[in-house]
């Protein structure tokens, strides 16, 4: 789905854009008054086959090792490694996936939206 917002002025609102990563979202030459999050965005189920998950994946734990990894975005390449194989979501997979091919992904989706 795109969205595309041209010379537009958005005044006194929570959230200017929820919903999923999978959007094409374009934003030009637009004022912002009042915003309190420009985007609060989150991981759907069709989300799940481009990060390499089952599709059974609980969306929360995908959600939470993403905010997690946004919250520790200046942390050592390392150390976000180390936060994705201590997440529920890790001990969920079962340590099936690999953290060389899982982490990258994740770390990416995290950096998307910072």
């Known amino acids: 789905m795109s969205i595309n917002f041209d010379e537009c002025n958005i005044k006194d609102v929570d959230t200017f ?3 999923p990563t999978n959007i094409d979202l374009s ?4 004022n912002f008054d009042g915003v ?3 985007m609060d965005v989150y991981v759907s189920a069709v989300d799940l086959p481009a990060l390499g998950l089952p599709a059974d994946t609980p969306i ?9 990894l946004q919250a520790a975005s200046s942390q050592p390449l ?4 180390r936060l994705i194989e201590s997440s ?3 001990t969920w997979l079962g ?9 990258p992904l994740l770390m990416e989706v995290a950096k998307k939206f910072l």
């Open 36 to 38: 309190g999050k420009v």
């Open 60 to 68: 929360d734990l995908v959600q939470e090792v993403i905010a997690t």
């Open 27 to 30: 934003v030009k030459r637009t």
């Open 78 to 81: 390392a150390e976000q490694k």
């Open 95 to 103: 340590n099936a996936a690999s953290v060389a091919t899982l982490g």
């Open 88 to 90: 529920r979501l890790w």
């Open 17 to 19: 854009y929820k919903g």
